[in-house]
């Protein structure tokens, strides 16, 4: 993919992303890695105003901002993850309702419903010191995983794609739904963690890329 | 039902479940009886907006085999099981909806109807057993909790079952069994922290609720 159809891609999502309650305007952030370079949505502009002409640009290996107004204060973040998940090519700041009650409860989310076993991980868990320990706290919680909650401010999901980081982003907020008000009903009942992490595995192996391959 | 006819149904309802958020991505399968042997099924791993009619396979309820190059849904077994229980039932549909797979995260059925969800739901919505998806156990499950006059089970850690004589009616079951478990949370909510009233509290309210208290 080159710089302008991520750019294109990230500025249409961003907007879907906003109508459906996942980014906050002023405070939502996604990114994108296209070969060398991070393209990430910037501090100071919010998301329902952003052009194509707005976008930051960082090199991936020196942390050089190269064009574009001021990267958002967590490029350093989307930098490191991008450093550690070499499969990861987008980033989705989470910051739906009830990700970020979850962020805030400050407990790791385990595996209520299938398809947060299958997109997110056995589970989700809590950074607690972000930012104050920086982004290393962050990955060591997001391992084997394509999420994490970070301490009140709601999650950051990982994928291959924009689509995918998407579809982890609602899969977290249904996840951390059942996880919160099924506490009302007298608690969920958990996924055993051998078969949260079988439906894992057979997910990425049998159904990433079927809606490539079964026409 | 003719094939034709029958593909142009299952095809319409799946944009119409996206348009409600009731299924989103490829979650979900949605079905159309075509005769006493066989029903049009959407196929495997596929987003609904990709689509095309023709694309809808045609399964056979006796031993799931199906016609075409096409791989059908992983969960034919489940509603083959329930044309085969249920004679007068002629759509399926199997969604991932918000507040259904909330309550089906703690494994519990929804008591208390009240008379409008009933005409709708029937008598009850039973929560069938946890199995892993596209078992046989989970087929048997889903056509147990179904049985007599319901029009809706729970799937225990994965979603609903929504079924009807007509494939608008399925579409509504879906909807009411939305609004019946949102209802139901926010009773359970009331109940268990004894809040007297007769308006339920928002999801908003309950989760501030949640971060103040125990848990
Ligand atoms: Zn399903």
């Not at chain 1, 999502?13 to 296209?34: F, M, P, T």
């Not at chain 1, 595995?201 to 079927?210: D, F, N, T």
């Not at chain 2, 799946?14 to 029903?39: C, M, P, Q």
């Not at chain 2, 509504?172 to 809040?195: G, H, N, P, R």
């Amino acid at each position: 993919m080159d710089i302008q159809t991520a750019g294109q891609e990230l500025i249409a999502l961003s907007k879907r992303l906003l109508a459906q309650g996942i980014a906050h305007d002023w405070d939502g952030c996604l990114s994108a890695r296209v070969q060398n370079l991070l393209v990430i949505t910037p501090e100071d502009i919010p998301l329902s105003r952003l052009t194509p002409e707005d976008l930051s640009l960082v090199e991936l290996n020196t942390a050089t901002h190269t064009r574009g107004p001021r990267p958002d204060r967590r490029f350093a973040l989307h930098l490191a993850v991008y450093g550690k998940r070499k499969k990861f090519n987008a980033l989705i700041h989470a910051q739906s309702l009830s990700v970020v009650t979850a962020s805030k409860k400050g407990l790791t989310v385990p595996p209520l419903l299938d398809d947060m076993a299958q997109l997110v991980g056995v589970s989700a868990k809590v950074a607690r010191h972000w930012p104050h320990r920086g982004p290393g706290p962050v990955i060591s919680a997001m391992n084997g995983r394509n999420a994490v909650l970070l301490r009140n401010k709601g999650g950051l999901c990982g994928a291959g794609t924009f689509e995918d980081a998407h579809a982890v982003a609602q899969v977290l907020e249904k996840g951390c739904k059942a996880f919160i008000e099924s506490t009302f009903l007298g608690g969920g009942v958990r996924i055993n963690r051998v078969e949260a992490a079988l439906m894992r595995l057979v997910y990425r192996l049998a159904y990433s890329g079927q809606h490539l391959k079964n026409r | 039902m003719e094939l034709d006819e029958a593909r142009e149904a299952v095809y319409r309802a799946g944009l119409d479940l996206v348009k409600e958020g009731l299924v989103a991505r490829t979650w979900g399968n949605i079905s159309v009886r075509l005769d006493d042997y066989r029903f049009v099924i959407t196929p495997s791993g596929r987003t609904y907006e990709t689509l095309k009619p023709g694309e809808m396979v045609v399964v056979k309820m006796g031993d799931l085999s199906h016609e075409g190059t096409i791989k059908p849904s992983s969960e034919k077994g489940m509603h083959a099981a329930v044309y085969l229980g249920r004679p007068e039932i002629t759509a399926v549909v199997h969604t991932h909806q918000l507040f259904a797979s909330t309550v089906a995260a703690a494994r519990k059925g929804i008591k208390g109807l009240s008379k409008a969800h009933a005409r709708v739901l029937g008598s009850g919505v039973a929560c069938a057993a946890y199995a892993l998806p596209g078992s046989k156990k989970l087929k048997r499950a889903a056509a147990t909790a179904l049985e007599g006059d319901r029009r809706a089970a729970l799937l225990a850690n994965h979603g609903a079952l929504c079924i009807g004589e007509t494939m608008a009616e399925a579409f509504d079951v879906a909807k009411t069994l939305e609004a019946a478990c949102e209802c139901f949370i926010a009773q359970s909510f009331m109940e268990k922290y004894e809040i007297k009233g007769t308006d339920l509290p928002s999801t908003e309210q309950m989760h501030r609720f949640y971060l103040e208290k125990e848990i």
